[in-house]
């Protein structure tokens, strides 16, 4: 995808558009494969930058992983490698979730630095894997890091445990933060492959969890759920030894919000959104809809579809985000609805604290934002204005909400940074021409690399 995209605003959207699988499970689901002495077909697999790197990952690893734009079809069997690509593992941070698996084959994993959106309070923002590391010694691995920055996990033997996942929080009242999602995928993989027992108490509740232990179940790992959300998992002392598995992804819950957040303010009339299972999408999205509801957003959910109307007023909102409630992800488009909205609203972020890459962007096409630590205030209502300069967007959500926003402009908007879009949607600028925007890539790359800094 090309990095700098030119945007020609003003223009109404109206038809359908289809939804590829949830990223976020499609990850954690591959690591499960991995871990398997079976074929795994994950279905509906979305065609994204993830998915290529993680056929990649599993291929240099030694297994066979295939996708032919509709599933991909992962089969470890033949597995003999532990140390992952350095070069293809920065290219995402769900590669430390490949780490159970290669313990459970060969005792030893190397981890090189993943990569990911920047979007932590560390400096340049890098990805904490600190809680990754804690998890693997509490099921007895040892820990050692390289001068070169790679990292050395070994287990003769990984044994289960009991861990409460509110351990890997910020605030356990609320339980949310920025540790907790991963620390539980981290926590599952890993009881399913260890030797014995493990109790995983108030474990992540969202779908990339979910997902998951319907995937481990299906190769054979007991795991139950008890009253109060703990899991009991019966670790399978090694490689996994059931199935075989396949799963088919459920939709992009982001993406889905992205085409609310399209529909609700540039749809002509209606747009459709198309995917299986839209009602568990619903329910997975709750706490967003409940949000967007107050918003104004005007959202009818079937079966197999969600249609958005335009919304004629938007109204100010308070709102939340957290590991529990609201997606962090989701909160540049809920800044860009609030814009719409006469009066102040505020977000309050309580995972990626420091997750406001995108709010410079706003400001430049004349959106009132202020940021107070970990809170957004947003005044509206917006008065789109044109911005001559080149808006750059650092992370994957900033860029999808700045390319939104820029559909606003009635004039001419260069963005860049519009290469991270290609690691969570598998077209977004595409799918919004097919709509009726008028979106252009730059053409020189030799001026795209200069305008955007990377030279």
Not at 71 to 93: Q, V
Not at 353 to 375: K, Q
């Amino acid at each position: 995808m090309d990095d700098i995209l030119t945007v020609y605003g003003d223009r109404a959207l109206s038809g359908s558009v289809h939804v590829a699988g949830f990223k976020h499970a499609l990850v954690t689901i591959s690591a499960a494969a991995l871990a398997a002495d079976c074929s795994v077909t994950i279905e509906n697999c979305p065609d994204i930058e993830e998915t290529q790197v993680i056929a990649l990952l599993l291929s240099t690893l030694g297994a066979s992983a295939s996708y032919d734009g509709r599933a991909l079809k992962i089969d470890a069997r033949n597995t003999s490698g532990n140390e992952l690509d350095p070069i293809d593992a920065a290219r995402i941070h769900g590669s430390v979730y490949l780490l159970p698996a290669l313990l459970a084959r060969s005792g030893s994993a190397v981890l090189p630095e993943s990569g990911g959106c920047q979007i932590s309070n560390a400096p340049g923002g890098k990805r904490p894997v600190h809680h990754y590391l804690d998890i693997f010694n509490r099921f007895g691995a040892s820990v050692t890091a390289k001068e070169d920055g790679r990292t050395v996990v070994s287990a003769a033997k990984l044994l289960g445990c009991e861990i409460d996942l509110l351990d890997y929080t910020a605030d356990p009242r609320l339980r949310t933060g920025p540790l907790y999602s991963g620390a539980t995928k981290t926590a599952l993989l890993t009881a399913a492959v260890a030797h014995g027992v493990s109790v995983l108490h108030s474990p992540y509740p969202k779908p990339d969890v979910t997902e998951l232990v319907a995937v481990l179940r299906q190769l054979g790992v007991s795991i139950t759920e008890l009253g109060d959300g703990t899991l009991l998992v019966e670790g399978a002392g090694g490689p996994l030894a059931g199935g075989p598995a396949v799963h088919r992804l459920i939709p992009d819950l982001i993406e889905v919000a992205t085409w609310i957040c399209a529909g609700t303010l540039f749809g002509d009339r209606q747009l459709t959104i198309l995917g299986t299972d839209m009602t568990g999408v619903a329910r997975a999205l709750a706490p967003d809809l409940e949000v967007l509801d107050r918003l104004g957003a005007l959202v009818e959910i079937g079966p197999q579809q969600i249609v958005v109307s335009r919304a004629p007023e938007l109204r100010p909102v308070d709102v939340v985000i957290s590991s529990h409630g609201v997606f962090s992800d989701n909160q540049p488009f809920l800044a860009l609805l609030a814009a719409y909205a006469t009066g102040e609203s505020s977000i309050t972020e309580t995972v990626w604290t420091a997750r406001f890459g995108y709010a410079d962007g706003l400001a430049a096409l004349g959106i009132r934002v202020e940021r107070r630590g970990r809170v957004l205030f947003v005044h509206g209502p917006w008065a789109p204005r044109a911005n001559r300069g080149l808006i750059t967007a650092g992370d994957l959500r900033a860029a999808a909400a700045l390319l939104l926003a820029a559909l606003a402009v009635p004039a001419r908007t260069q963005l860049a940074g519009m290469r991270h879009l290609r690691r969570g949607y598998p077209d977004l600028p595409g799918a919004l021409c097919s709509l009726g925007a008028d979106i252009t890539a730059e053409k020189d790359t030799s001026r795209a690399r200069q305008l955007s800094g990377i030279a």
